[in-house]
Nanobody
Framework: QVQLMESGGGLVQPGGSLRLSCAAS????????MGWYRQAPGKERELVAA???????NYADSVKGRFTISRDNARNMLYLQMNSLKPEDTAVYYC??????????WGQGTQVTVSS
């Protein structure tokens, strides 16, 4: 089993910044294939940024240059630094990880609202 706990969401004005954190526990495979996803009301869940083992880090085109994913493998932590936030970034943000037999797990999500 894998447990994921996101934190760091909130209300921020356009142009502002937030840093999301995801604490992973249990039998995770590695932080090297963890990622962030988001789901806005009425829309499907979409990739925001994710690490790929042996490959490049993936970013959604809409967040390139503004968001940065990082990780601390020793602490099983995943982060998402979000700068220059826009109203269209408003969504519930989810952390995704895999266990040692590559089953996917999701956190409960953290709400990010960008509004003036």
């Amino acid at each position: 089993q894998v447990q994921l706990m996101e934190s760091g969401g909130g209300l921020v004005q356009p142009g502002g910044s937030l840093r999301l954190s995801c604490a992973a526990s249990g039998s995770i495979f590695s932080t090297a294939n963890m990622g962030w996803y988001r789901q806005a009301p009425g829309k499907e869940r979409e990739l925001v940024a994710a690490f790929n083992i042996g490959g490049p880090t993936n970013y959604a085109d809409s967040v390139k240059g503004r968001f940065t994913i990082s990780r601390d493998n020793a602490r099983n932590m995943l982060y998402l630094q979000m700068n220059s936030l826009k109203p269209e970034d408003t969504a519930v943000y989810y952390c995704k990880a895999y266990d040692k037999i590559m089953r996917a797990y999701w956190g409960q999500g953290t709400q990010v609202t960008v509004s003036s």
